[in-house]
């Protein structure tokens, strides 16, 4: 069997409603990617029967399917929909995140972006299978990096000439991502924390990537479209008494318990550092920006930020797969 070198997540969410025209739009410029050895899996929540019947037909078995009838976050459905396809494919060495308002085609020209996905791959490759985004025409939120040299809805490629490599202290909206399968094996069979209720998840990527000894980069130079929150904002989980949202989180879990455990901050791991919430220790760091000890890294990231099996167990989640 050959090896797959990425499979893309395509996540949406149909509690709000459905996109099922925009989607085609998404599936077809992902389909006329250039990149050999590569999976495209649908990862659907609540999305309705006749408009993944209908993606079914037009799409039949070039692409794979995961449904989940219940309300997940995405971050969840992304995980369970990731061991679904690693089951049958374990080989596989990475893992591209796609939110639903994805397309890959050129901002500027509207033309498919076909190198996009090859580009990321082997941008991840180039630094040590770090964490890796691709860069979107709106809501990347470079602006917490430099407010000066970015904006917050841009007309073609903000990150030029030379990939950016996100400093610790910095966490960047979630829309395009590749995890090396690093991820996976590290934190037992997941790849995003899962905590979450809505919000707050990237503020822990680059503490992700340092308990996998990588770190956290932008893709230079391509740039596809983004069309904000096409399927709502963290829909089912995003409304709570706290407009940022950093404390919301699942299952009885309570931010207090993090924020007074003095390990997290001195073993370099920070959260919502804009807002002050907890600070990375700097000195976890060598002078590459490595951490020091990421075995406590990881130990504390599935501590704090993975949901353990008492409280979601990923094999009681009910899904319909077609994997192909």
């Given amino acids: 069997m050959v090896k797959n070198k990425v499979a893309v997540v395509y996540n949406t ?21 250039d990149l ?23 799409y039949n078995k070039k692409i794979s399917y995961v449904y989940y009838r219940d309300v997940y976050t995405v971050n969840v459905t ?21 939110d639903s308002g994805c397309c890959f085609k050129n901002s500027i020209t509207k033309q498919d972006e ?25 809501d990347e939120a470079l602006t917490y990096i430099n407010p000066t040299k970015y904006t917050a809805v841009s007309s ?20 395009i991502c590749l995890f090396n399968k690093v991820f996976l094996e590290t934190y037992n069979n997941k790849i995003i924390p899962d905590i979450f209720k809505a919000y707050c998840t990237e503020s822990v990527f680059r503490y992700l990537a340092a308990g996998c000894n990588t770190k956290w980069y932008y893709m230079k130079d391509q740039q596809v479209i983004h069309e904000h929150s096409i399927d709502g904002p963290s829909t ?24 007074n455990d003095p390990e997290v901050s001195k ?28 075995k406590k890294i990881v130990t504390l990231m599935k501590k704090h930020f993975f949901l353990n099996d008492d409280e979601l167990n990923y094999n009681n989640i009910h899904s319909q797969n077609s994997i192909n």
């Fill in 78 to 98: 992304f995980n369970r929909t990731v061991q679904l396809f690693h089951e049958k494919y374990p080989d596989t060495e990475s893992y591209l995140y796609v």
């Fill in 156 to 175: 073609g490629p903000q990150v030029i000439e030379e990939d950016l490599e996100v400093p610790l202290g910095t966490g960047l909206n979630l829309h």
């Fill in 114 to 138: 076909t190198s996009f996905v090859r580009n990321i791959y082997n941008t991840h490759k180039r630094y040590n299978n770090s964490l890796v985004y691709g860069q979107v025409n709106s």
């Fill in 36 to 58: 050999d050895n590569y999976k495209i899996i649908l990862s659907s929540c609540r999305n309705s029967y006749d408009g993944v019947a209908k993606l079914y037909k037009r």
């Fill in 13 to 33: 969410c149909g509690i709000k409603q459905d996109n099922i025209d925009y989607y085609i739009k998404c599936i077809d410029s992902l389909l006329e990617q």
């Fill in 236 to 259: 089912g989980f995003a409304s709570g008494p706290d407009p940022g949202g950093w404390r919301r989180l699942l299952y009885g879990r309570d931010i207090d318990d993090i924020i």
């Fill in 267 to 294: 073993a370099g791991i920070g959260y919502e550092e804009g807002k002050g919430i907890i600070r990375h220790n700097p000195k976890a760091y060598d002078s590459n920006g490595y951490a020091k000890d990421p």
